[in-house]
């Protein structure tokens, strides 16, 4: 039996960077279609937008090079920013003031936030340091020349165990326990101890790594992940899903015929959407059976991050183009969707 074609509805396209968009990723639900997407790019100037219908909300500006990646806080009143000007950035998402620099002695890579807690956050990069900031005693401290705080004052976790830049920073859902990528291996440290308890070498070097996890109250037991979060893992070929408290559970792993850039996962809907390399299409393959439904076609480069939305209703897509792309994944209406077809300039996919 051939599978079945998946009613194609037409994407919504963001406009406003001008450089290649390395990174995007979606806040928590704040109540039914009420999310935000934080993009970084390497124009410098990370985007906030209204998550449903990709409307510009505000650019937050002070980085003086490329930024590798955004993420919003948990409470979205603040984000944080990786940037190649050796910074990471912290800014009030409400007034776009940016309220903290923490300066660095290389590029930074990577930051990420606990699940609950919006007083952290961990950043890595160039110098293969992982280190965590209290955010409310960067707030207490007499910072110095223009606000900035040097990364020293951080706590470094796992000092000398990284041999490589740390591309990605993951808070499991036990909040002593991160996950970093760094070039080919995956490495779960231990906050307490502050020593690497577990790592894993994958297929090639890691492209994506990123929790995907949808709102607690659409959460289910029937849900990959039996509704807990979700480590989705893109390298060399093959795609990996890790769950469990700590995410240390293999769930499973798919080598596909090509190289990918990038993963996410749709816990709800049991299916994965990839961004090939070289390629510039997006494909969706069905996670139990492993068949691929559709292929997204748009946009004029590769494809670096994709984000599931935190109510599994709709994914995004960044990519060396420049663009942001959302595409719908439900039925019925929703957020600019009216039965198929979205208003205003929405761009059509190339045939």
């Known amino acids: 039996m051939a599978a079945e074609t998946p009613r194609q509805y037409v994407p919504l396209t963001c406009h406003g960077h001008s450089r290649p968009v390395p990174h995007i990723s979606f806040s928590y639900l704040e109540k039914e279609e009420t999310y935000y997407l934080i993009s970084a790019c390497k124009d410098g100037n990370p985007m906030l937008r209204d998550g449903v219908t990709g409307d510009w909300i505000g650019t937050f500006i002070g980085h003086k090079g490329a930024v590798w990646q955004a993420r919003l806080s948990p409470d979205a009143t603040n984000a944080a920013t990786a940037s190649a000007d050796f910074t990471a950035k912290i800014w009030d998402t409400h007034t776009g003031e940016l309220l903290h620099t923490i300066q660095h002695d290389h590029i930074v890579r990577a930051v990420a936030y606990p699940p609950d807690n919006s007083d952290l956050v961990a950043t890595g990069g160039m110098e293969k340091k992982l280190r965590i900031f209290d955010l409310t005693e960067l707030a207490n401290n007499p910072a110095g020349e223009s606000g900035t705080i040097p990364a020293s004052t951080g706590f470094e976790i796992a000092e000398g165990v990284h041999k490589a830049s740390i591309k990605f920073i993951c808070w499991t859902h036990d909040p002593n326990v991160i996950v970093t990528a760094s070039d080919k291996t995956l490495r779960w440290l231990d906050l307490p ?3 690497c308890i577990h790592q894993e070498v994958l297929d090639g070097e890691i492209k994506s790594c990123e929790f995907v996890s949808v709102s607690a109250e659409s959460a289910s037991p029937s ?3 039996g509704g807990k979060p979700v480590l989705a893992v893109a390298a060399g070929k093959t795609v990996y899903f890790w769950g469990g408290p700590d995410a240390r559970e293999e769930l499973k792993r798919i080598t596909l015929p090509y190289s990918i850039a990038s993963v996410a996962l749709d816990v709800k809907g049991r299916k994965f959407v990839v961004g090939e390399e070289p390629g510039t299409w997006a494909k969706v ?3 139990d059976d492993e068949v691929e439904i559709d292929t997204h076609k748009g946009h004029h480069g590769p494809i670096w991050s994709i984000a599931i939305s935190p109510d599994s209703k709709l994914y995004a897509t960044g990519s ?11 039925e019925g209406y929703y957020g600019l969707w009216r039965g198929g077809a979205a208003p205003g300039t929405v761009e059509k996919p190339a045939e």
Not at 320 to 330: A, F, P, Q, V
Request: hydrophobic share 25%; charged share 35%; proline share 0%.
């Open 193 to 195: 101890t502050r020593t």
């Open 223 to 225: 849900d990959i992940g």
């Open 285 to 287: 393959i069905r996670y």
């Open 320 to 330: 060396e183009d420049g663009t942001i792309k959302l595409w719908k994944n439900c």
